[in-house]
């Protein structure tokens, strides 16, 4: 499977976004710019980690490009952005991993749940890129699907880099193993994730 997702996504996925592309790209402006919250926090969190520090400057930067350029397409379709909404995918992946642990356990746990938010929108966007009937957006995920795949794996190489391989890997599993469970009853959302 693509990415390592247990379970991909119904294609027919695609078609309800199709018919809910305002919803979508609203959504998705959201989504960009909680990656570049998220990136903001592990900065804020994990100072001393020059590297990851490094990584996540550069990335806030590109989350946030990407969000504007979400935010261009609605102002182009005359779509309001709105408010955000709750991302129920994301509040119960959340509750997989118990709170509290060492700071190390925090860290791993925050850059494998990063990681497979990352691989399941970049699995989301290739499915966009390949249905949708208009060219300009399938054009326009196929972009992004590229950066959310490199973000994926730059999130799980610093998990394996920060922690001990075998232990990550084996969360790495159990985590995708539950997010299997939990996508299973977001097939017809009209969110990325959901």
């Known amino acids: 499977m693509i990415l390592g997702l247990k379970l991909p996504t119904d294609p027919r996925w695609a078609n309800i976004a199709e018919k809910n592309i305002s919803e979508i790209l609203i959504d998705h402006a959201y989504c ?9 926090s592990l900065i804020v969190s994990f100072p001393e980690y020059e590297d990851l520090v490094t ?11 990407h969000f504007k350029l979400v935010h261009d397409l609605l102002k182009e379709r005359k ?39 990352e691989a399941r929108s970049c ?5 966009l890129s390949e249905e949708l009937q ?5 054009k326009f995920y196929r972009k992004l699907m590229i950066s959310e795949a490199n973000h994926y794996t730059m999130f799980l190489n610093f998990a394996r ?23 299973k009853s977001f097939e017809k959302g009209t969110g990325v994730h959901g």
């Open 32 to 40: 960009e710019q909680k990656a570049a919250s998220t990136a903001i």
């Open 161 to 183: 880099k920060y922690g001990d391989r075998e232990i990550v890997d084996q969360k790495w599993q159990d985590l995708l193993n539950y997010e299997a469970e939990v996508v």
């Open 55 to 65: 990584e996540m400057t550069a990335l806030v930067q590109e989350e946030m490009s």
């Open 123 to 127: 699995e989301r966007f290739r499915l």
């Open 79 to 117: 779509i309001e952005l709105g408010r955000d909404r709750k991302d129920e995918y994301v509040n119960q992946l959340l509750r997989f991993f118990p709170k509290g642990g060492s700071r190390t356990d925090q860290l791993i746990h925050r850059l494998l749940y990063a990681a497979l938010i």
């Open 134 to 138: 208009d060219e300009k957006l399938r």
